[in-house]
């Protein structure tokens, strides 16, 4: 399996990015695609993740409101829209799967990682 994320970028406070993560490889059976970051001298951060058998989701509370998350199957691509952003939602962005049916927010549930893609909240 491999990941790839992408739609990173510079945006000003308040503006908006979708990230987006290509799942490819044997991807078809169920799994959960999640959304880390990880600020320079921070750990990483669980955001969200949505499982692929009923779409079900779950978004941290630390995000709740501004980040959404959703896929679509038939691409095996997952997307993170994150509205409102702010200068501290500056970090790398990585996207992750697992073929556990469960949703897990710590990054030692996931298997496979995306490279990751820099967002830069700043005017």
């Known amino acids: 399996v491999q990941l790839q994320a992408s739609g990173g970028g510079l945006v000003q406070p308040g503006g908006s990015l979708r990230l987006s993560c290509a799942a490819s490889g044997p991807t078809l059976r169920d799994n959960v695609m999640g959304w880390f970051r990880q600020a320079p001298g921070k750990e990483r951060e669980f955001l969200a993740a949505?499982?692929?058998?009923?779409?079900?989701?779950y978004v941290a509370d630390a995000v709740k409101g501004r980040f959404t998350i959703s896929r679509d199957n038939a691409k095996n691509t997952a997307y993170l829209q994150m509205n409102s952003l702010k200068p501290e939602d500056t970090a790398v962005y990585y996207c992750?799967?697992?073929?556990?049916?469960?949703?897990?927010?710590?990054?030692?549930?996931?298997?496979?990682w995306g490279q990751g893609t820099q967002v830069t909240v700043s005017s």
């Open positions: 992750a799967l697992d073929f556990s049916r469960m949703i897990r927010t710590t990054s030692s549930g996931y298997d496979y």
């Open positions: 949505i499982r692929r058998s009923n779409d079900y989701t």
